[in-house]
């Protein structure tokens, strides 16, 4: 098991930008793939992007390809999200989890950071 803990949420107007953090503890950022998912009210809870734990490979839903970055900085167990031109559609509970190696689901997972888009 490893803590997940996200930050970066907040309100944005459309078309604006924000950066989610996932901070893990210290010396997770090579054991782990991590995905960022999103669950809007009423949804079920969507795939969004996954950065292998090699830092090599990256994956992204049609739905956010060209707007949402994934990326870490080794240094401080910290994954981010860098996320542009959002839109009212992005509002959510974003949710980083981390899938360790050889395991085909995620098991760890942060407590989630809202997400606000106003139009």
């Known amino acids: 098991q490893v803590q997940l803990k996200e930050s970066g949420g907040g309100l944005v107007q459309t078309g604006g930008s924000l950066r989610l953090s996932c901070a893990a503890p210290v010396g997770t950022w090579s054991r782990y793939d991590m995905g960022w998912f999103r669950q809007a009210p009423g949804k079920e809870r969507e795939f969004l992007a996954v950065?292998?734990?090699?830092?090599?490979?990256?994956y992204y839903a049609d739905s956010v390809k060209g707007r949402f970055t994934i990326s870490r900085d080794n240094t401080r167990d910290t994954w981010y999200l860098q996320m542009n031109n959002l839109t009212p559609e992005d509002t959510a509970v974003y949710y980083c989890?981390?899938?360790?190696?050889?395991?085909?689901?995620?098991?760890?997972w942060g407590q989630g950071t809202q997400v606000t888009v106003s139009s």
């Open positions: 989890a981390a899938r360790g190696v050889g395991r085909n689901q995620y098991d760890n």
């Open positions: 950065l292998s734990r090699n830092g090599h490979s990256s």
